[in-house]
T-cell receptor
């Protein structure tokens, strides 16, 4: 399983765009990049997943460069409720890694008023 | 109703006691997982199951056992609880792919 590296913490203010970058130098050809969000005392929640270039949904955008060794989660116009831990994971979406996800320590995002 | 439920939500027990944590899901997923989270750390996989007849160890299975009683039920047991098993335990379900759905968690304290 490819490991990931991401900042331990980030701070932002309401209304700003937040970009959280994740490094995954050993990503395999079949690996997808997945981001989860976790609020205190709750289980993680899937946010977005992508393989290459850009993916956007109603919550976030995910940017993946051509070499796929890193990815950036972009949260537009954050609010106080976006304060959470964000996890970047890589894994084979077909299941050859048997659905095992590696959750590192994640990035604690704190949004200030 | 929640798709993934865990019982109990909180439990305090003593060293040496046997504890069972239960997980039920209504999502119809084949895959179920048990994770443990310690303060300030990410989640670590304890056991996972891809169907009723399939049980696999995760990163930290020592001291734990599981039972997949049905597609919708996956139980985690601590045969003889010890203080360093004090943690937040999450059950999750999923299909093929990297999207997993987590329960609300069980906070376990072993005195």
């Amino acid at each position: 399983l490819a490991k990931t590296t991401q900042p331990i913490s980030m701070d932002s203010y309401e209304g700003q765009e937040v970009n959280i970058t994740c490094s995954h130098n050993n990503i395999a050809t079949n690996d997808y990049i997945t981001w989860y969000q976790q609020f205190p005392s709750q289980g993680p929640r899937f946010i977005i997943q992508g393989y290459k270039t850009k993916v956007t949904n109603e919550v976030a955008s995910l940017f993946i460069p051509a070499d796929r060794k890193s990815s950036t989660l972009s949260l537009p116009r954050v609010s106080l409720s976006d304060t959470a831990v964000y996890y970047c994971l890589v894994g084979d979406n077909r299941g050859s890694t048997l659905g095992r996800l590696y959750f590192g320590r994640g990035t604690q995002l704190t949004v200030w008023p | 109703d929640a798709d993934v439920t865990q019982t109990p939500r909180n439990r305090i027990t003593k060293t040496g006691k046997r504890i069972m944590l239960e997980c039920s899901q209504t999502k119809g997923h084949d895959r179920m997982y048990w994770y443990r989270q310690d303060p300030g750390l990410g989640l670590r996989l304890i056991y996972y199951s891809f169907d009723v007849k399939d049980i696999n160890k995760g990163e930290i299975s020592d001291g734990y056992s599981v039972s997949r009683q049905a597609q919708a039920k996956f139980s985690l047991s601590l045969e003889s609880a010890i203080p360093n098993q004090t943690a937040l335990y999450f059950c999750a379900t999923g299909r093929l792919g990297n999207e997993q759905f987590f329960g609300p968690g069980t906070r376990l304290t072993v005195l």
